[in-house]
């Protein structure tokens, strides 16, 4: 199960932070988003054993992902908000004993096993 919070309207320019809490193990956490008419994307990832982290070049020097590891809890840090930045977010876990953890596999929707309700991410201009 896992269980996101930390979305609101904010700002252009202002800063939000996104938590995501999951119960059991898992190999991966990830963050994805959707926006109005678009597909989902790949945000960011945080390989569990060892804080390995893997961003979109969209995103990449503006957002940081990171785990809290006793709680089994992943962070996402927004800073620097643009409207396009706008959408639903969703954090994501493979299971435990999940297929390698890379670059490549982050990437994709189908690594991950269980996904959150979303938290809506607004940002305007």
């Not at 982290?53 to 908000?81: C, P, W």
């Not at 299971?95 to 269980?114: K, L, N, W």
Request: aromatic residues 14%; contains cysteine; charged residues 20%.
């Amino acid at each position: 199960q896992l269980v996101e919070s930390g979305g609101r309207l904010v700002q252009a320019g202002g800063s939000l932070r996104l938590s995501c809490a999951a119960s059991g193990g898992t190999n991966a956490l990830g963050w994805f988003r959707q926006a109005p008419g678009k597909e989902r994307e790949f945000v960011a990832a945080v390989r569990w054993r060892d804080g390995v982290t893997y961003y979109a070049d969209s995103v990449k020097g503006r957002f940081t992902i990171s785990r809290h590891n006793a709680e089994i809890t992943v962070y996402l840090q927004m800073n620097s908000l643009k409207p396009e930045d706008t959408a639903v977010y969703y954090c994501a876990a493979t299971r435990y004993y999940s297929g390698v953890v890379s670059d490549y596999s982050v990437r994709s929707s189908s690594f991950y096993a269980y996904w959150g309700q979303g938290t809506q991410v607004t940002v305007s201009s």
